[in-house]
Nanobody
Framework: QVRLVESGGGLVQAGGSLRLSCAASGRTLTEYALAWFRRAPGKERVLVAAISKSGDTTSYANSVKGRFTISRDNAENTVYLQMNNLKPEDTAVYYC??????????????????WGQGTQVTVSS
């Protein structure tokens, strides 16, 4: 089991940027596909972005395409989510997730076995 700890959330004005980090311990992330999900108040948890274990394949929710970028640094055992041009509708708790895999990219939350505790992102208008 890998332990995931998110950081970097906070309060930002619309149009601003934040960079979320998710640091892993207990296992190396080189064998894991990774993702960021978010849960807005009163809504279900949904995929924001996913990345393969090699980092050469990524996938984004339509609502964040062109604004958010997922990346990983396997040497640092960390996955990032760069969020630009933030909108009030991006307000949510953001979670990183991991799944051990030989290959592939996963978009369903049920596919992931390890989760962080979440970090709050609030975007004011």
């Amino acid at each position: 089991q890998v332990r995931l700890v998110e950081s970097g959330g906070g309060l930002v004005q619309a149009g601003g940027s934040l960079r979320l980090s998710c640091a892993a311990s207990g296992r190396t992330l080189t064998e894991y596909a990774l993702a960021w999900f978010r849960r807005a108040p009163g809504k279900e948890r949904v995929l924001v972005a996913a990345i393969s274990k090699s980092g050469d394949t990524t996938s984004y929710a339509n609502s964040v395409k062109g604004r958010f970028t997922i990346s990983r640094d396997n040497a640092e055992n960390t996955v990032y989510l760069q969020m630009n041009n933030l909108k009030p509708e991006d307000t949510a708790v953001y979670y990183c997730a991991a799944r051990a895999t030989s290959s592939g990219i996963y978009q369903l939350s049920a596919s992931y076995t390890d989760w962080g505790q979440g970090t709050q992102v609030t975007v004011s208008s």
